[in-house]
């Protein structure tokens, strides 16, 4: 079985500082790994994936996540908080293309002035 | 950006009334999902389907039904609402086009959403 946890229900850093949002999984098979971020009153959108190809995934509006295996980690980053980044960040895990994904149940992220 | 539309956006229902939510895509793609969303629990996997006529239970499938009879469209149905079904649901979409059923491999392995539907049973 599949599972996501994510460390933090709510994180909060000053604009500019580094953003780090944490992210388990567990599978017993190499997993597919998302991240999505929702803003107030919408859906929820890809920031990026991991498929098994390079271990740093970068993704949209600066943001990149790192896989590592040997810690069943995937936790997400931005150097440099922006206003803008305020939201709800989702990790995802998923075992095949077919598969249904097994989401966390998510960080809200405030950025401070 | 995916072509999802979810109808209606907003809904106030009372209890013990049927309800149907209705997602559209225009992407052709195989795979469709219906989830809600409650604070402290994340997104949670209602129905899904793999093809037309094809569909099968998520993790919180009790008093909901779906359908989908077309490519284009899922619909998510409460045949008797309750206050516990008061949540945000979301459509996504998953797959690429026109994959034989069980293939798996270069399809798309992400999940487009729709922009959501707000349910309140009184």
């Known amino acids: 079985a599949q599972s996501v946890t994510q460390l933090g229900s709510h994180v909060s850093v000053s604009e500019g500082a580094l953003v780090l949002l944490r992210c388990n999984y567990s599978?017993?098979?190499?997993?597919?790994l998302f991240w999505y971020v929702q803003y107030p009153n919408q859906g929820l959108q890809l920031l990026l994936k991991?498929?098994?190809?390079?271990?740093l995934v970068k993704g949209i509006n600066g943001f990149e996540a790192e896989f590592k295996k040997s810690e069943t980690s995937f936790h997400l980053t931005k150097p440099s908080a922006h206003m803008s980044d305020a939201a709800e960040y989702f990790c995802a895990v998923s075992r095949s293309s077919a598969s249904k994904i097994i989401f966390g149940s998510g960080t809200r992220l405030s950025i401070r002035p | 950006d995916a072509g999802i539309t979810q109808s209606p956006r907003h809904k106030v229902t009372e209890t013990g009334t049927p309800v149907t939510l209705r997602c559209h895509q225009t992407?052709?793609?195989?795979?469709m999902y219906w989830y809600r969303q409650d604070p402290g629990h994340g997104l949670r996997l209602i129905h899904y389907?793999?093809?037309?006529?094809?569909?099968d239970k998520g993790e919180v499938s009790d008093g909901y039904s779906v359908s989908r009879s077309k490519t284009e469209d899922f619909l998510l149905t409460l045949e008797s609402a309750t206050s516990s079904q008061t949540s945000v649901y979301f459509c996504a979409i998953s797959g690429g086009q026109g994959l034989p059923k069980g293939t798996s491999g270069s399809g798309s392995y992400e999940q487009y959403f729709g922009p959501g539907t707000r349910l309140t049973v009184t």
């Open positions: 992407e052709n793609h195989r795979y």
């Open positions: 991991y498929t098994s190809a390079a271990t």
């Open positions: 599978s017993s098979v190499p997993p597919y």
């Open positions: 389907s793999y093809g037309v006529k094809d569909t």
